[in-house]
Nanobody, 114 residues
């Protein structure tokens, strides 16, 4: 399984970014895909999840601002991030859950300036 994140960068508070996670070796439409993030000195935390059935869930800190989605034809999962805050600054990781294994991408840095 290979998960490749892209779309991170530097943005001002209030701005938006869209992260992409291109998957190979796994079919995103029949598995659970997650976005995690890890800020310096903090534990990695779950930000958003999309299940095989299309159900989504979010951390309280991002509800109403972030949206997880997927494009089955492109086998890609997205994280649309709006109204970004400095506390959203972190490395964002794509994660795939299968019955017998969990896979991680290399991460993409998101930095939100105040």
């Amino acid at each position: 399984v290979l998960l490749v994140e892209s779309g991170g960068g530097l943005v001002q508070a209030g701005g938006s970014l869209r992260l992409s996670c291109a998957a190979s070796g796994i079919i995103v439409s029949i598995n659970t895909l997650n976005w995690y993030r890890q800020a310096p000195g903090k534990q990695r935390e779950l930000v958003a999840r999309i299940t095989s059935g299309g159900s989504t869930s979010y951390a309280d800190s991002v509800k109403g601002r972030f949206t997880i989605s997927r494009d089955n034809a492109k086998n890609t999962v997205y994280l649309q991030m709006n109204s970004l805050k400095p506390e959203d600054t972190a490395v964002y990781y794509c994660n795939a859950e299968e019955i017998y294994r969990t896979s991680w991408g290399q991460g993409t840095q998101v930095t939100v300036s105040s």
